[in-house]
C-alpha cells in the first residue's frame, strides 16, 4: 500500500453526508509530511464534513482515505487517535464542567504510558496552563479554552492535526497566539490540516491550500499562489 513515504494523508474522492443527502461529492486532497495545509470556501461548502469523514466520525460512501500509508476508510475515530491523528473540532472542544487538567488527561485516555511527559511538552507549548490546571475548563476565557481543546489533541503527540477554525470568535490577540502556535506545533513535526474563516491568514502560514465549493474542489496550490490568484481573492478572501 505504501508507495510514497512522503504523503502522510490522501483523500482520494470521498461522497459523504449526514442524510441520504451527499454533502462531499468527490473530494480529493493531500498532505505531505511536514506540511500546514488550508482548506477554505464558503459557509456551508464541505469544510467541517470533510473533517469529520477523515477523523471516522462520518461514514464514507465512496472514496478512500490513505494516513501514513494505511487504508483508514471505515475506520472509528478511536483507532485512528492511536494511529497518530489528532482532531479539535469547530464546536467546544473540551469537557466545561471537568478542568483544564482533567480535559488534557482524557485527550491521553486510550495510552497506558505514563503521561506526565505529554503534558510536559504540552505545558512547554502553552505555559498558561501551568498555573490554570485545576481550573474548570467552562470558567477559562476563549484564549485558554482554545488551549485546553488543542492541548488535549496533542496529548498523545499526533503525527497529523486536524484543526477546524482554530482562531474563531477570539479577540485578535488570542488570535495571533492561536496562528504563532500551530507555526510552532508544525515546526515540532506535527503536520496540519486548517479550515479558517480567516483564509487570508491561514493560506499566508501554510504551505498549500484546497478552495471547496458546494461539496467539491474547486482551486489548488500553493499558499502564496492562492492568495494572488484573482478568481480566488474576488470570489472566497473578499477581494
Ligand atoms: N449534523 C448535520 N446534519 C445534517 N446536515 C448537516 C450537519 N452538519 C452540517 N450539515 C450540512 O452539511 C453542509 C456542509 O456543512 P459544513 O458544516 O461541512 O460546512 P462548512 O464549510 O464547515 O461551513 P462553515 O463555514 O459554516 O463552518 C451544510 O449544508 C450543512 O447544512
Ligand atoms: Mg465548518
Do not use: W
Not at 506545533?185 to 483564509?199: C, D, F, H, P, Y
Amino acid at each position: 500500500m505504501r508507495n510514497d513515504d512522503t504523503m502522510i494523508l490522501e483523500v482520494d474522492n470521498i461522497v459523504a453526508g449526514y442524510t441520504d443527502l451527499d454533502i462531499l461529492h468527490g473530494i480529493s486532497i493531500k498532505i505531505e509530511s511536514g506540511e500546514i495545509v488550508s482548506i477554505i470556501g464558503p459557509n456551508g461548502s464541505g469544510k467541517s464534513t470533510l473533517m469529520k469523514t477523515i477523523f471516522g466520525l462520518l461514514r464514507i460512501r465512496n472514496g478512500r482515505i490513505v494516513f501514513k500509508g494505511d487504508d483508514i476508510t471505515g475506520i472509528m475515530p478511536e483507532r485512528i487517535v492511536r494511529k497518530g491523528m489528532g482532531y479539535v473540532p469547530q464546536e467546544k472542544e473540551f469537557f466545561s464542567s471537568l478542568t483544564a487538567l482533567e480535559n488534557l488527561e482524557m485527550g491521553a485516555f486510550i495510552s497506558d504510558c505514563d503521561i506526565s511527559e505529554s503534558l510536559e511538552r504540552v505545558y512547554r507549548i502553552f505555559p498558561v496552563l501551568v498555573e490554570k490546571g485545576h481550573i474548570r475548563a467552562g470558567a477559562l476565557s476563549g484564549g485558554e479554552q482554545r488551549m485546553v481543546g488543542f492541548g488535549r489533541a496533542l496529548m498523545l503527540s499526533p503525527d497529523l492535526l486536524l484543526l477546524d477554525e482554530p482562531s474563531a470568535g477570539l479577540a485578535p490577540k488570542m488570535r495571533d497566539m492561536v496562528f504563532e502556535k500551530i507555526i510552532e506545533i508544525n515546526r515540532a513535526g506535527t503536520s496540519i490540516l486548517i479550515v479558517e474563516q480567516n483564509a487570508k491568514r491561514s493560506l499566508a502560514i501554510s504551505d498549500r491550500g484546497y478552495v471547496l465549493e458546494m461539496g467539491r474542489n474547486r482551486f489548488e496550490g500553493a499558499g502564496c499562489e492562492l492568495l494572488e490568484n484573482e478568481d480566488v481573492l474576488r470570489l472566497y478572501l473578499g477581494g
